[in-house]
C-alpha cells in the first residue's frame, strides 16, 4: 500500500499593513508591484538526469486520445509541447521554451498593504531563488498500477489524481513527469552544508532540492488537466555539483525541427531532451530520442534525490513558477472581467479580487483617491472578478483551478511565465480551433449560467432613491410617457444614515418602514402592472444602536452565534468602511450560509424582492480568523480569492432552493410577487472560478 502524500503545510501569514486611518498617502503607488526575482532567476536551466532511461534511447508508450506518446530530439535543449493530431494545423496547445525550466520554485516572503477593500501583495525578502530543474522521469500511469499500488515513490503524491472525484472519472493512462528542483540561498555561505569551509570566492550556497510530480490527465476531448506537486525536500550545497559538471548547460539550436512519434491519437505530446557533457567528456553532442518513458516499473530506476544534509533548515517552498513558450506576434486576451485593457501581452497580469478604484489611472481623480485613501483610485490592473485564465491569437488557452494568489508575467516576448503564491500548481489546457470554442471548453467545466428570466429583458430597470413617495412619482411619469419597466432596483429600501460623507445604507437588511412607508403595498401595486421590486444586500453587518425605528439587530444575532469573522483575538473583526466600521459574515461556515439563506434572503423574497444586487464580496481582510481557518484549505490570500465565490455560491443556492419550494410560507405565496419562483441576484467580487449560477460576478448590472 502506497503511503499517504504528505501534509499541505498551511501558508503563512503575509507581513500586512493596515492602512485603513493614513490621512495622506502616495498618490501615484505601483500599479503592480514588481517582483523580487529576475527573469532569468525564475527560469533557471532545465537538464534530464544521465542515470535515467531517458537518456539512452527512445521508449513508446500507447496513450489513448488526447495524450500520445511523446518524442524527442537532443538539438532543442529540452523542451516539451502538446498539440492536436487533427484540425489543429500544427499548431501547439502547450509548449516550453527550449532548454528552460518549466517549473521552478522558491522561497519569498510576502508583504501586503490593504486599505478598505484594496491590496498590494509584492515579494519580500527572498530566502531561496530558483536554482534549476532536473526531469529524471517520464511514464504513462494506467489504473492498474493505481488500483495496485504497483509504483509507490511515483503514486505517493501523484495518487489523488486518480481517485474518482464527485463528477468525474479519471481517465487513463495519465502521463507522469516526475524529477527535482532546487533553489539556492541568494548569498554564499563561507560554511556549507556539507560542513566544507571555503574562501570567499569559492564559497558555496545552501540548496534545498524538492521532488516534484506534473500529471497530465485527459478530462474531454477539448481538455488536459494539469497539476504540479512538490514534496520530499532535501539540503545540500552546490560544491559537488560544480565539482561534478563544471561546463555550463549547452546553448540550444534552432536548426533541428524535433522528431514526432505518432501513434493514431487526437494528440500529441512532444519531448526533447539533452544531456550535460562531464568535464572529461566528448565535444560531441550526445543525441537522444524518445516518445516517453512507458518502460515498465520494475525495469526503470528513478534517479536518486540530492545528497542528504548535514544540517537541515525548516523551510520549504511557497513559490512555483511555470514558464511556457510564446512568441512576440502572439496576443493574449482573457482575465476575467477587465475595464481598462483588452490585450495583455507586454503586462504583468495579477489575478487577486479587490475594489476595482475610483479613477483607474484618469487624472486628476485617481490622482484624489489615492491621496485620501490607501490605493482606492484603483489602477488599470484592479478588479473585482478576475479570472486565472487566457486564451491567445494562436488558440492557445489555459486556466488555474484553486484561489492562491497568481501572476502572469507576459513581458518578454518569447515566453508566459505564471507565478502561483503556493507549492502546488493545477488547472486545464484547453484545445479549440476559435475563440467560441475555447470559451465552449472553458465553461464545460466552470460553469454557465442559465438563461435570464424572460421579464428582465421586457423593460428598463429602473434604479432609484428615495423612498415610497419618490418612486411612484417616477413610475408615474415612465407610464405617462409609455416607457417599459421591467423592474425598480430601490437600493435604499433599509433606509439612509447621515455620515461625515453624505448619506449612506443602514447595513442591517430589512426594509425601512418610515422610509419606504407602504412598502407591502408599493410592490403589489407595482407588480399587478407587470413590475417586479429589486432589492440590494451584501455580507456585512453593522451594529444598530443609534437606529431608532430598527426591528431586528442582526449584527447581534450573528455575533451571538459565532457567525462573523474575528480578529487575532477572536472578537468580531470590525473593519473601517468610510465613516463606520462593519463585520463581515464568515461564509467558511456552514451555519453562517444557512443563517443568512434563512434570517435574510428568505424574508427579502417573501417581502416581495425579486432580486437583489448581492455586493460587496471583496473586502475579507488579510489577517482575519475564519472558521476554516488551520483546516490547510486556504491561507489568508486564497481565502480572500474564494470568500466571493461562496458569497456568489450562497445567493445561488438561495434562488435554487427558493425554486424548489423551500424557504416559502404557503400563506406568503399569494402576497410576496414571486408566485413564479424566479428569483436571481448579481453578486459583487468573484474569482472568475465558481460553478455557474444565475448569479454574476461583478457589480456592474443590477439584475
Known amino acids: 500500500m502506497a503511503p499517504p502524500p504528505p501534509p499541505t503545510p498551511s501558508p503563512a501569514q503575509p507581513k500586512t499593513r493596515k492602512k485603513d486611518h493614513v490621512r495622506l498617502n502616495n498618490p501615484f503607488p505601483r500599479a503592480v508591484p514588481s517582483s523580487s526575482l529576475r527573469h532569468r532567476d525564475a527560469a533557471p536551466p532545465l537538464s534530464f538526469s544521465p542515470s535515467s532511461k531517458l537518456a539512452h534511447g527512445a521508449h513508446r508508450l500507447p496513450c489513448r486520445p488526447p495524450l500520445p506518446p511523446p518524442a524527442g530530439t537532443p538539438s532543442l535543449g529540452g523542451a516539451v509541447s502538446l498539440a492536436p493530431r487533427r484540425g489543429g494545423g500544427g499548431a501547439t496547445m502547450w509548449e516550453t521554451v527550449p532548454g528552460v525550466a518549466f517549473v521552478s520554485a522558491a522561497s519569498v516572503d510576502t508583504e501586503a498593504d490593504e486599505c478598505r477593500g484594496s491590496f498590494a ?8 531563488v530558483p536554482d534549476r530543474q532536473r526531469v529524471d522521469r517520464i511514464r504513462a500511469v494506467y489504473r492498474r498500477d493505481a488500483d495496485a499500488d504497483a509504483d509507490a515513490d511515483l503514486l505517493r503524491v501523484a495518487g489523488a489524481a486518480f481517485q474518482a472525484s464527485e463528477h468525474e472519472q479519471a481517465r487513463f493512462p495519465v502521463v507522469v513527469i516526475t524529477g527535482v528542483v532546487s533553489a539556492r540561498k541568494p548569498t554564499p555561505s563561507p560554511s556549507c552544508l556539507c560542513g566544507r569551509r571555503r574562501a570567499a570566492a569559492a564559497a558555496g550556497r545552501p540548496v534545498l532540492s524538492a521532488r516534484y510530480w506534473i500529471l497530465l490527465e485527459e478530462k474531454s476531448d477539448t481538455q488536459v488537466a494539469f497539476r504540479v506537486n512538490l514534496g520530499d525536500y532535501q539540503w545540500s550545497c552546490d560544491h559537488d555539483r560544480h565539482a561534478t559538471h563544471p561546463s555550463p548547460l549547452p546553448s540550444p539550436s534552432p536548426s533541428t525541427s524535433p522528431r514526432t512519434h505518432r501513434a493514431g491519437s487526437i494528440l500529441r505530446l512532444r519531448l526533447s531532451t539533452r544531456v550535460q557533457r562531464s568535464s572529461g567528456g566528448s565535444k560531441k553532442k550526445k543525441k537522444l530520442a524518445f516518445a516517453a518513458a512507458g518502460v515498465p516499473a520494475d525495469r526503470e530506476e528513478l534517479a536518486p534525490l540530492v545528497p542528504a544534509a548535514a544540517a537541515k533548515e525548516e523551510l520549504e517552498f511557497n513559490r512555483v513558477w511555470m514558464t511556457l ?21 507586454g503586462k504583468r497580469v495579477p489575478v487577486l479580487v479587490q475594489e476595482q478604484g475610483i479613477g483607474r489611472g484618469d487624472q486628476p481623480i485617481t490622482f484624489a483617491a489615492n491621496l485620501v485613501s490607501y490605493r482606492s483610485g484603483g489602477n488599470w490592473s484592479t478588479t473585482y472578478a478576475p479570472s486565472p485564465f487566457y486564451m491567445t491569437s494562436k488558440m492557445r488557452s489555459l486556466y488555474l483551478e484553486g484561489y492562491d494568489y497568481s501572476i502572469f508575467d507576459l513581458t518578454k516576448p518569447d515566453r508566459v511565465q505564471i507565478q502561483v503564491y503556493g507549492s502546488s500548481v493545477q488547472g486545464r489546457i484547453l484545445h479549440g480551433g476559435s475563440p467560441t470554442e475555447l470559451i465552449t471548453s472553458y465553461t464545460e467545466s466552470t460553469g454557465r449560467p442559465p438563461a435570464l428570466p424572460r421579464w428582465i429583458t421586457s423593460g428598463a430597470v429602473v434604479g432609484m432613491q428615495g423612498g415610497t413617495d419618490a418612486v411612484r412619482r417616477v413610475w408615474k411619469q415612465l407610464q405617462d410617457h409609455d416607457v417599459p419597466v421591467s423592474a425598480f432596483w430601490l437600493q435604499d429600501w433599509v433606509g439612509q ?25 408599493l410592490v403589489r401595486d407595482l407588480r399587478r402592472r407587470g413590475v417586479r421590486t429589486m432589492t ?19 449584527f447581534e444575532e450573528a455575533k451571538k452565534l459565532g457567525l462573523l469573522v474575528r480578529d487575532a483575538a477572536g472578537e468580531p473583526y470590525m473593519m473601517p468602511n468610510t465613516a463606520f466600521d462593519v463585520a463581515m459574515l464568515d461564509f467558511t461556515n456552514p451555519a453562517a450560509r444557512a443563517w443568512f439563506k434563512g434570517e435574510v434572503l428568505a424574508v427579502m423574497a417573501r417581502g416581495g424582492a425579486a432580486g437583489w444586487m448581492a455586493d460587496f464580496g471583496e473586502g475579507l481582510p488579510l489577517n482575519a480568523r475564519l472558521h476554516s481557518s488551520g483546516s490547510g484549505d486556504d491561507g489568508p490570500v486564497a481565502a480572500q480569492n474564494r470568500y466571493p465565490e461562496l458569497w456568489a455560491r450562497v445567493n445561488r443556492e438561495f434562488a435554487d432552493e427558493w425554486r424548489s419550494g423551500d424557504h416559502r410560507r404557503v400563506a406568503d405565496d399569494a402576497d410576496d410577487g414571486n408566485d413564479d419562483g424566479d428569483l436571481f441576484s448579481s453578486c459583487g467580487g468573484g474569482s472568475g472560478r465558481a460553478r455557474g449560477g444565475r448569479c454574476c460576478s461583478g457589480r456592474g448590472p443590477r439584475w
Request: hydrophobic letters at 30%.
Open 497 to 521: 444614515r447621515k455620515t461625515s460623507i453624505g448619506s449612506q445604507l443602514w447595513w442591517n437588511w430589512e426594509v425601512d418602514d418610515d422610509h419606504y412607508a407602504g412598502w407591502n403595498d
Open 536 to 554: 440590494y444586500c451584501n455580507p456585512c453587518l453593522v451594529p444598530m444602536d443609534k437606529k431608532a425605528n430598527a426591528r431586528r439587530h442582526l
Open 325 to 345: 513558450a510564446s512568441s512576440r506576434e502572439e496576443r493574449f486576451y482573457g482575465f476575467g472581467e477587465q475595464f481598462s485593457r483588452v490585450e495583455f501581452k
Open 121 to 128: 501583495l509584492r515579494d519580500g525578502r527572498a530566502r531561496l
